[in-house]
């Protein structure tokens, strides 16, 4: 069934109804639209459109179809309706006949699409924000029985000053608290009912809209109709919350997968999220983590395509919009798998102590404490590098660690170096030197942990 027929003589062309028709995905809102429904139907009946037997009727049907809908979503698609509206018309007027077709008295599609889309937003946050808590909490288990693990950290993927397993965990729990963050101030803004906007002018039945937004869950109404039927502003919100965060899980993923080679070999992966070769037996390849990489350019994709779409339209409503729901739901269930996946990488990872502490014991990562050691016997820290970087160099050419240069040949860089230089070299010492708040030495992140704990708790999932 067609809702706009009447205005046409000649049916409309199939290789159109093909690109214009939207029940292939809108169907995912089936239940934010019966919902909606059930809302209207008792404010039309507040204003004496439909009586209270009427509206009992009309709800008991919505309830129904409800039901059977949440069983098999997929059965809409059954259907040769346009989109998602009519459908639920159609399934009205099928089971109530004439007294179906008054559903949609007073209000217009260009409202019911961008309330049903605020509403799955909504929906899909909650489940959002649930993932981010459990990855929340596997970082800082990971992290929490992992203090004494001492790893190379790196600058330009180059060895640069030893951290702890521990801090590494606790840099990408910050990044996943900002992305929580985030979409706590994007739900702030979407909450904000469009129903009663009409097409563009605003309902002309006197509905009460704060009531209906009450009743769907909405913190408030929008005070524009013609900004609330075109306003997409929040699908942008939530795919640059999904985009930002699918680059901290990249940057998560690329970490796991360079700690994982065998080149690195500071972790193991588990069997259960890894794969092998189709030709060379001994590989176990960490292909979770390379599609959690790859993945992050599609939710990318999805965010650049709904900017295009909005640039350049006028107000209000415009077909253009359609193209509003294909890349936003693509992304979040990408966003929401990418998510569980990361969690699951963690939860049975091996972590290699010995190599861990191998790695950092090479490359020279103690030479900012020998550095900051001669600055605190009173050398000018430009003049303290520069003598480090001599003494390094000794030490490359020699083909030894710099704990291993004895006194006389430190000496000869400098004479004020002494026996205590190397209780600064160990890596225990480089780690406690580093004790301030965000810091690596111990006492540092055990208070990074116990505080991270309290806020999980705080925001118990």
Known sequence: MILWGGRFHKKINQDFKKINDSLNLDYHLAEQDIICAIAWSKSLMKINILTNIEQKKIEDTLITILNKVKINPKQILQSNAEDIHSWLEHELINELGELGKKINTGRSRNEQITTDLKL?????IKILMHKLWKFKEILILVAEKNQDIIMPGYTHLQRAQPITFAHWCLAYLEMI?????????????????????????????????????????????????????????????????????????SRFAEDMIFFNSSEAGFIEL??????????MPQKKNPDALELIRGK????????????????????????????????????????????????????????????????????????????????HKGISFRKAHYITGQIVTEAINQGVSLHLLDINQL???????????????????????????????????????????????????
């Open 411 to 461: 000496k000869k860089f400098n004479t004020i170096i002494n026996e205590d230089i190397y209780s600064y070299l160990t890596l225990e010492s480089c780690l406690n030197k580093h004790d301030v708040i965000g810091g690596v030495s111990p006492n540092q992140i055990l208070l990074a942990i116990n505080n991270a704990k309290k806020r999980l708790k705080s925001t118990c999932s």
């Open 296 to 375: 992050c350019g599609r939710v990318h994709g999805s965010l650049i395509n709904i900017m295009m779409v909005l640039k350049g339209l006028p107000l209000s409503y415009n077909k253009d919009m359609q193209e509003d729901k294909e890349g936003l739901f693509d992304a979040i269930y990408t966003w929401l798998e990418c998510l569980s996946l990361s969690t699951l990488v963690l939860q049975d990872i091996k972590i290699n102590k010995i190599h861990c502490r191998q790695a950092a014991e090479k490359g020279y990562l103690n030479a900012t404490a020998l550095a900051d050691y001669l600055v």
């Open 177 to 249: 608290e900002r992305d929580e963050n985030r979409l706590q101030d994007t739900l702030k803004r979407l909450d904000v009912s469009p129903l009663g906007s009409g097409a563009l002018t605003g309902t002309s039945f006197n509905i009460d809209r704060k009531q209906l937004a009450n009743w769907l869950g909405f913190n408030s109404i929008t005070n524009n109709s013609l900004d609330a039927v075109s306003d997409r502003d929040y699908v942008l919100e939530l795919l640059s919350n999904a985009a930002i965060s699918m680059i901290h899980l």
């Open 120 to 124: 799955w937003c909504k929906d899909k």
């Open 270 to 279: 588990s069997d259960e999220i890894t794969s092998g070769s189709s030709l």
